[in-house]
């Protein structure tokens, strides 16, 4: 069985501040990892995702996650938020057989003057 | 153009009404899931097809139906036994070598 927890359903952060967004996962096997975005009425983009490489990842705009085993975390940051960052951020999890993906609920970031 | 097309992205239905939303792909994926989202509830499963003709329930699958007759095609039916079908609906693709989903634009239906 997998799980995620994201921790803070909404966070604010100052235009070019750091943003960290937590996730935690449980899984019973090896876990893939992935962060989406959200914008309204939209579909999900993928922003990163690891699949048992490097533990840093690098995604698009800007944005890393670090999988860290032994924390049994896959925290999302960006060094300096800009207002188009204001979105829906989900993290997500599957076993490695297939990508029945388990989603947390969400953490809606808004990016201040 | 390539991807996945869900249609339309807006319906609205009178409560006690079977509505039926499409998700078509051109990416060749096997895979095809629908999500259900509600806020402040992230990403919920309803069914998902990894081949032709074959389908299983996800976590929510109660008061809905879908079929899988071709690879491009995954409809969802919110039938008249969804006790609160008003939500945005998502379809996604997936194939094993990628591991990860990719999303259409999604549908939101507003029963009344």
């Known amino acids: 069985a997998q799980s995620v927890t994201q921790l803070g359903s909404h966070v604010s952060v100052s235009e070019g501040a750091l943003v960290l967004l937590r996730c935690n996962y449980s899984?019973?096997?090896?876990?893939?990892l992935f962060w989406y975005v959200q914008y309204p009425n939209q579909g999900l983009q993928l922003l990163l995702k690891y699949t048992s490489a490097a533990t840093l990842v690098k995604g698009i705009n800007g944005f890393e996650a670090e999988f860290k085993k032994s924390e049994t975390s896959f925290h999302l940051t960006k060094p300096s938020a800009h207002m188009s960052d204001a979105a829906e951020y989900f993290c997500?999890?599957?076993?490695?057989?297939?990508?029945?993906?388990?989603f947390g609920t969400g953490t809606q970031l808004k990016v201040e003057l | 153009d390539g991807g996945i097309t869900q249609s339309p992205k807006y319906l609205f239905r009178k409560e006690g009404q079977n509505v039926t939303l499409s998700c078509e792909q051109n990416l060749n994926h096997d895979a095809m899931y629908w999500y259900r989202q509600d806020p402040g509830q992230g990403l919920r499963l309803i069914y998902y097809s990894q081949i032709v003709n074959d389908f299983q329930k996800g976590d929510i699958a109660e008061g809905y139906s879908v079929s899988r007759e071709k690879k491009e095609s995954f409809p969802l039916t919110v039938t008249s036994a969804q006790k609160n079908p008003t939500a945005f609906y998502l379809c996604a693709t997936g194939t094993e070598q990628t591991s990860e989903a990719f999303f259409g634009q999604g549908t939101r239906l507003t029963v009344v």
């Open positions: 899984s019973s096997v090896p876990p893939y």
């Open positions: 997500a999890v599957s076993g490695p057989a297939g990508n029945k993906l388990t």
